[in-house]
């Protein structure tokens, strides 16, 4: 049937539902969705009736005519519908006029899961109701987007996976699962710590964001094995992809090295992987914190492709092009570049320049873009004032072909390879949006990224030092002579565990010294050691050398099981802004049943709602 | 060696380490202990030179002299030590008078660890120093703790416990291990649950109380088959032996009966149960809420021993004792009574002074003894009205014999039970004081409970109906007519599982009709149903038949364990008034990182805070 109606989008941010109905080839394009914010993919409604799909829908679209094919999910009173197809969910108008009486009594009759084709124009949603119903609707429906094929598999998947994890730890290597208290105490610095009110006036308990302090003291204790499958909490405001709670594999181990547990968990990721996934091979690459800033310009390097950054400093040493000079000039000046492979075939104008863009809005940073064209030509503003022998050297440090895009730029080495690091993945994303596959979804890229700095100078002020991880980091064995003199110069026995581009696990070896730890909380980090008392006394009584690591479960899920978002991995998740959009939580509460915790609201000013309001809706748009 | 000092008491209310450092044989006086807070074990302390143990010490031996041995467990500055033995801590306060120069030069010298003897008068902490310090020793130095052989038990117990559970669920019966959020909405009535405020003016979260409402919308989802080993949240301010967040195995299925469910739960506890202990038989027996509560006098009974209680309304339906008649003359009104075998020979004058006081003093009820001599005389001050066919009879009716004791009252139905319920445990306490073994430590006794009310009169307002257990329970098959016209008639589909006299589970086949749902909710409980209408509109979309579980881990391992209390199955648990004694959490917050959740505090008036610090001394008596 066809009907004639108005849409106003529901679903924006919506984490898609890409491929959920349809055959897992789809599975590439899925997540290509959620890898750029600024993707369409206009191939998905090629050779059909449709003009768009429900999921791609956005404010782009107010005011155009798009029609969409879809099954009918739900009706509410007979005033609106959603219509849903494999890409996400709109909600649809149902015309009140009279001249409309007829579309609107197939539209009410119509059972559910009926197929309709539906075409009218996008609006937003009516002035009020924005807010609660901007975000997505799957979540207000949860229990029934559970039903779905790829929910079902989801859900059942991390069950398995968690279960094998448990099996490889308690049964083959004799850890012990131990629960420890998620009402703790606030920690030096827990900034993102959630609060919660005892009934003891001005008394607080805060929900930790990691079991770190109770799993050194079970080392303390002689546990000598702990793991646990630990609920953490971390308030972090509105962030994508994020999760007010979230659950890591927590680990930790007595007498044991670095190597001890890398091998470990390359033991534990293989036992318990999927068996309808390809079999992951160990021992994972490893590389240090500096290769993989200095190669990927990034301390999680995507390892599923190569476009890695080269530095060219030495080509230029004589050049005459001007800012190239400038930036050889300084102290740790370099001129570097990444080469994009093809990228004259694929890479337009306006990608090119939007690359410009976004370098000079997020780095103040010029980049240069040079064109091997097929004729051996470089085409570039500067092309003329590179000697051949340059060129030569230029192809032989790069490996260069006809038809690829050498983007250059130039200044201090940190900074250049941050900005090539993020172009280097926007690039991929505009190949890929062209149909090149550079990163096989398939495919599972592990990679340990090892010795980062044990410390960092602080943003708001460079001259102190804060911790690059937590503070009960030990420093590495080679370095710790320089805490006394160079501390800025101390690597650390911290590791990450990195997974196609993501961050899925880290962990280190910890100080068990009791005066080294005061050392390092008391003189180089400044921190209130009253707080850390029970902690430091602890490894006063005998600390076996102990370490371990945390694997974030909900990204890993989210990888394996080649989801869109995190949301997609968790039976209840809630939305951007924290919320659970089916239950409606958070939620007020009458001031008396806030009486027995001694606290009241302090309910902002109007100038104060209106910036926060501001802030929330500048989140939605992430 | 000998030291002469002074004693201050440390550990009141301490969970006492009883039998920790002993052959197991002081197992089931270790259990005794927790048993009845009258208790004292004189035994302990005969034929040695000590006149006390650490453990047993608490307010009544203020100003005593007394003498302990046992091993010094840790020194803090040169001020005080603590001294530990098998059953608990004490702190021994470091004479600095010159006289006892001697003495401190060697108490400050002796390496931890070495047994001394110590003689002094008991003191309480020094003003000031109370609150903090009263509480357990054992749970500030936790890590130490820890170390203990039956600690390192515990733990240990519990985590294979925990996996064959697991195993069990996942493996053995398709189980999908399901994470529920922590983070919630308040529930309707949930006064005990915590808040956790949001960064919205005036919004919070809540710590659920159980995963109720996610495991049913997981059995709308189609999860089929839901398992969690979830943490939960109650806050009950300072309660003995409960813990402001416990782990339950929570379970929910659909397409599942009540027998079904006590089949799964059975088989799990089976292949679930350690290796060490008497293999459990099952299925296990089952017994209505009227039946328990007429013989047992409790919905929980301890089935590890008689002593039950028998109507014998009909022996003095022409009595001349005048309590008797009063009662009888009543609606509702019985005769009850327990036999107490050899009473005559373990129970002391004292002893059936206590009871009857406790009697009047909780129930208001009048408490007859009756001593059955071995000269076949009765010792009663009834006893020469109490005609010879009436004595026959009781003998029969209670199987008396001689030595025994006899404890009679007469009543209302209910009330009657109850207090001889009360009266059941005590005497067995009193008897097991006097070495009658009634309970066996190693024998585990499970019992279903089963056809609950599904609602009660409320407390506050009799006319008005409260569930007996949640709203969302089913009714019995057989009543479900009476929801319509004698709801309080109703009997419900829920049932507990009992060990040993505690409840250590409980769960129902739940209301998966909408209809019926919102009749219960608005109609006969007259809720706020828009604190439900998600879990309304999910039963709307086509809910199948379900029904759960939860068994509480914390309380199960404690018995399996046979430990004094739950603390010594949790790693680091909380103090009575919940307190993380360790890193003294609750703890401050300064103002600022308040203002990102809109709250303040509202500190008490001089006069309120007088009045929660009684409440509080007042809970550590419990």
Chains 1, 2 share one sequence.
Not at 49 to 65: F, I, M, P
Not at 267 to 287: A, C, N, R, T, V
Not at 571 to 578: E, V
Request: aromatic letters at 8%.
């Amino acid at each position: 049937m066809y009907l004639r109606s108005w849409l106003s989008r529901l679903c924006r941010g919506l984490s898609s539902p890409v491929g959920r109905t349809t055959p897992p080839g789809w599975g590439s394009l899925s997540r290509n969705v959620v890898l750029s914010s600024h993707r369409r993919i206009p191939e998905l409604s090629s050779f059909v009736v449709r003009t768009n799909t429900c999921g791609e829908l956005c404010s782009s679209h107010l005011g155009q005519e798009v029609t969409l094919c879809g099954w009918i999910q739900y009706r509410r009173q007979n005033i609106f519908l959603v219509l849903r197809d494999f890409h996400g969910l709109v909600q649809v108008v149902i015309p009140q006029d009279e001249s409309s009486a007829s579309v609107k009594k197939i539209l009410c009759e119509a059972p559910l899961e009926s197929v309709v084709k539906v075409s009218g124009i996008v609006i937003s949603r009516p002035p009020g109701q924005e807010n609660p119903k901007t975000e997505a609707l799957r979540l207000q429906y949860r229990y029934l987007d559970l039903r779905s094929f790829q929910m079902q598999y989801n859900l059942r998947l991390r069950s398995e996976m968690v279960m094998k994890i448990r099996e490889y730890l308690c049964n083959l290597h004799g850890f012990v699962d131990v629960e420890t208290p998620t009402l703790f105490k606030r920690t030096p610095g827990g900034a993102k710590e959630f609060l919660v009110p005892s009934r003891e006036p001005g008394k607080f308990y805060s929900l930790p964001q990691s079991p770190q302090q109770f799993k050194q003291l079970l080392m303390v204790g002689g546990l000598d094995r702990y793991f646990q499958v630990a609920r953490c909490y971390r308030d972090e405001g509105s962030r994508p992809d994020r999760q007010p709670e979230f659950t890591q594999i927590d680990i930790e181990m007595s007498f044991v090295d670095q190597t001890g547990i890398q091998s470990l968990i390359e033991g534990l990721l293989q036992y318990s992987w999927p068996k309808d996934k390809e079999p992951i091979m160990i021992p994972f690459p490893s590389m240090t914190f500096a290769e993989a800033l200095t190669t990927y310009g990034t301390d999680k390097p995507d390892t599923r492709f190569g476009m890695k950054i080269v530095d060219i400093s030495d080509v230029f040493r004589k050049t005459e092009i001007r800012f190239l000079q400038d930036a050889l000039s300084k102290p740790q000046g370099t001129v570097k570049a990444i080469c994009v492979h093809e990228g004259a075939k694929y890479l337009k104008r306006k990608d090119i320049e939007s690359i410009r863009q976004f370098a000079t809005d997020h780095f103040n940073q010029e980049v240069l873009p040079i064109f091997l064209k097929a004729n051996r030509n470089w085409n570039s503003t500067v092309a003329k004032f590179i000697m051949e022998e340059q060129r030569l050297e230029l192809a032989r440090l790069m490996e260069t072909q006809e038809e690829d895009v050498v983007l250059l730029t130039a200044g201090e080495h940190k900074k250049a390879c941050s900005l090539l690091g993020k172009l280097r993945l926007e690039c991929a994303n505009l190949l890929e949006m062209r149909g090149v596959v550079l990163r096989d979804p398939k495919l599972f890229s592990f990679l340990w990224v090892v010795n980062f700095p044990l410390f960092l100078p602080k943003e708001e002020n460079p001259t102190e030092l804060e911790s690059a991880h937590h503070p009960f980091t030990a420093p590495h064995p080679s370095d710790i002579h320089l805490l006394y003199t160079e501390p800025k110069k101390v690597r650390s026995q911290h590791y990450d565990l990195v997974l196609n581009g993501s961050e899925i696990g880290g962990g280190s070896i910890r100080i068990h010294d009791a005066e080294l730890q005061r050392y390092i909380l008391a003189t180089l980090l400044k921190e209130d050691v009253k707080l850390l008392s029970h902690l430091l006394q602890a490894l006063d009584y005998g600390a076996p050398p102990h370490g371990g690591i945390a694997l974030g479960l909900d990204r890993l899920m989210c990888l394996v099981a080649g989801a869109p978002s995190i949301r997609d991995v968790i039976a209840f998740p809630k939305s951007f802004r924290g919320h659970d959009l089916m239950s409606n939580a958070p939620d007020s509460v009458p001031p008396e049943e806030l009486k027995p915790y001694h606290i009241q609201v302090s309910w902002p000013t109007d100038s104060e709602a209106e910036k926060s309001s501001l802030n929330q809706s500048h989140h939605l748009e992430n």
